[in-house]
């Protein structure tokens, strides 16, 4: 009663009609149609942003696939080696820095005259330079005598000539911290009586750059790649990603499409059996022969030639941007290759039904609703 009451008071108007049943079959048709395209416009254009993603992915997944990469179980055992190694950098670094900056006390603080504040500060930005002066020197002095094995030989023989300032320079730092820790040296063994103290944090002292500095050089060793083999790793997770939601977009719009168009059906039989109520007591005869709201597999038809016009029309708008610059590189560097890089329609998330590369076909022929 109460939906017969809805009907005659929402729709009296389509009740009255004539031909209310097609004018509201039309209505409804309308309706349907704007919200399920509205619905597939959004997910379509989510789409389109995902694979112009996944083919800048696809691109740089190449150019790392050419660099070299480590396999799954050597990833790991690096990623190991390098955060001990990190560990070990940072807890050398440290202890060199306390000890440069305690024989700096020493020696600044004895006749510069300066505050005690003074006197903390230039002596922590002198342990500063001497631990990081120490550690880079080694490092790059190791590395211009054992080259890397993918060198060539020009830049071998470049480091190899610069080989011999860096050993120059590592022994002035070498030099100046033995000069600049004698004086604490000499007052730790006083304290202690013992000259194995004062031997013993010298040699500290000239150890503990050369070590982190062995240490780094060691670690970058496995940096490159190990960096190379995680971006790697997650852009094949990305890209997995980015095909797991494409396939639930599409299951989205396919069930938003099914669900919608069974309700208005629905709206649509129930409305039909109210105004053939109308239509008895009016003696009205409405002819519904031909017309798409006449059964179920008729409406569905019409509705589904609708959509498919409708989302055409608004997909090739959308299609309209990448097929001004569908010759163009996507995700280009500076520095990089012309011959390297590639278009967007090379991929095949790009490619249209008929087969060919032209990106302007993503959407030109939609997919039936299942």
């Known amino acids: 009663m109460l939906r017969r009451l809805y009907y005659g008071t929402r729709f009296g108007t389509y009740l009255k009609s004539e031909h209310g049943v097609k004018k509201f079959a039309e209505m409804s048709m309308g309706q349907l149609i704007r919200k399920v395209t509205k619905k597939s416009a959004f997910y379509r254009e989510m789409n389109e942003n995902l694979l112009v993603e996944k083919a800048n992915l696809r691109m740089r997944s190449d150019e790392l696939s050419e660099q070299h990469l480590l396999n799954a179980g050597k990833f790991f055992s690096v990623r190991r080696r390098l955060w001990a190694n990190n560990l070990l950098l940072i807890g050398v670094m440290f202890a060199a820095f306390f000890l440069y900056h305690v024989s700096m006390m020493a020696v600044v603080g004895l006749d510069a005259g300066l505050s005690s504040f003074m006197t903390g500060l230039v002596s922590a ?67 202690t009586q013992s000259s194995a103290v004062y031997y013993g944090f010298v040699t500290l002292a000239l150890l503990l750059p050369i070590a982190a500095g062995t240490v780094r050089w060691d670690a970058m060793h496995y940096v490159d790649a190990f960096k190379t083999t995680r971006a790697h790793r997650q852009i094949d997770s990305r890209l997995a990603q980015i095909d797991s939601i494409l396939r639930q977009n599409e299951e989205y719009e396919s069930n938003f499409y099914k669900v ?67 010759r163009k590189p996507v995700g280009s560097k500076l520095g990089q290759a012309p011959g390297r890089l590639r278009t967007i329609s090379d991929y095949d998330g790009y490619r249209s039904e008929d087969g060919n590369s032209e990106s302007s076909g993503i959407y030109m022929s939609p997919r039936p609703i299942r």
């Open 260 to 326: 919608n168009s069974i309700s208005y059906w629905d709206q649509l039989n129930e409305f039909k059996t109210y105004k053939d109520v109308y239509n008895e007591r009016r003696d009205i005869v409405e002819n519904l022969t031909g017309h798409f709201s006449q059964t179920y597999d008729t409406f569905q038809t019409e509705a589904q030639k609708r959509y498919e016009s409708d989302i055409r029309d608004i997909t090739t708008k959308s299609i309209r941007k990448l097929e001004s610059g569908d």
């Open 125 to 191: 930005f002198l342990a500063l330079v001497l631990t990081g002066g120490g550690v880079i020197v080694t490092e790059r002095l190791i590395e211009s005598v054992i080259p890397a094995g993918t060198e060539d030989e020009e830049l071998t023989a470049r480091r190899r000539a610069v080989g011999l300032l860096w050993g120059f320079l590592l022994i002035g730092i070498e030099m100046s911290i033995l000069g600049l820790t004698t004086v604490q040296a000499g007052n730790f063994a006083t304290t």
